[in-house]
């Protein structure tokens, strides 16, 4: 694949202010795609906006917040009508806050569940519409609907219990949808990661975690570059399943 095998397609990625969404942001512009950037910190969109211009790439920063159904509709509709189609959608938004069950303020539950599942189902509903559509067109004849799952929704793990029911519904969701889309080109691939050394937990619990368990963490450009080949291979193709570990694997 050339480095611009993306060129005039339009990508949305949630959680686009930091960490992987950033990344896979970045990855994306870098082949040619034009970028909505989505999450809620309006002042980061337009910093990373700004970044992906300066380097040749496209970008339109739109805040919204992704467990708010009417945002995530607001969100696709603002992309599609200013960008034009919608090719790729990267569902990255995600919460966590591990912990004891005993322990754990029944909010933190809630706003996981929101966050991890809910706002995927959101976008991903408001999307399919202008993914069918793209799929049908020539530019590249198929679509991409990914969701970044996580190492988590395959294992478990005292004390994540809630993070990981969040992330094997998604991968269950993401089962049946690609099923359900079948025969109309748009591709439906869940990649889950292994730990990535991002601020997504707080430093505290960060530093817990690498002492319980310290091995070398993946970086976001790796989970990035993961996408980058998922949405880049030919449209007979289809990687359903991506699971990305570290050398030094966790389990």
């Not at 005039?8 to 202010?17: D, E, F, I, Q, Y």
Request: charged share 25%.
């Amino acid at each position: 694949m050339t480095e611009m095998a993306l060129k005039g397609t339009v990508s949305l990625v949630t959680g686009a202010s930091s960490g992987i969404g950033a990344a896979v942001a970045r990855d994306l512009a870098s082949r040619g795609s034009t970028v909505a950037l989505v999450a809620r910190r309006e002042d980061r969109l337009d910093a990373l906006a700004v970044k992906l211009r300066e380097a040749g790439g496209s970008a339109l920063p739109v805040a919204a917040d992704v467990t708010d159904a009417e945002q995530a509709r607001d969100a696709v509709e603002r992309t599609v009508d200013s960008l034009g189609r919608l090719d790729i959608l990267v569902n990255n938004a995600g919460a966590t806050r591990p912990g004891p069950m005993l322990e754990a303020p029944v909010d933190s539950w809630e706003q996981m569940i929101r966050v991890n599942l809910l706002g995927t189902l959101y976008f991903s509903h408001a999307a399919l519409p202008h993914l069918i559509a793209a799929a049908r067109d020539d530019l590249r004849g198929v679509a991409d609907l990914v969701g970044i799952s996580s190492l988590s929704g395959r294992t478990v793990n005292k004390s994540n219990g809630v993070y990981a029911a969040t992330k094997q519904a998604l991968n269950t969701y993401s089962e049946s949808l690609r099923q359900e889309l079948a025969g109309r080109r748009v591709r439906v691939s869940v990649l889950e990661p292994a730990s990535v050394a991002t601020d997504f937990l707080p430093a505290q619990m960060r530093t817990r975690l690498h002492e319980q368990r310290p091995f070398e963490r993946l970086s976001p450009a790796d989970v990035a570059d993961a996408v980058g080949y998922v949405v880049t291979r030919p449209a007979r193709a289809a990687v359903s399943h991506l699971l990305i570990r570290p050398s030094e694997s966790e389990r």
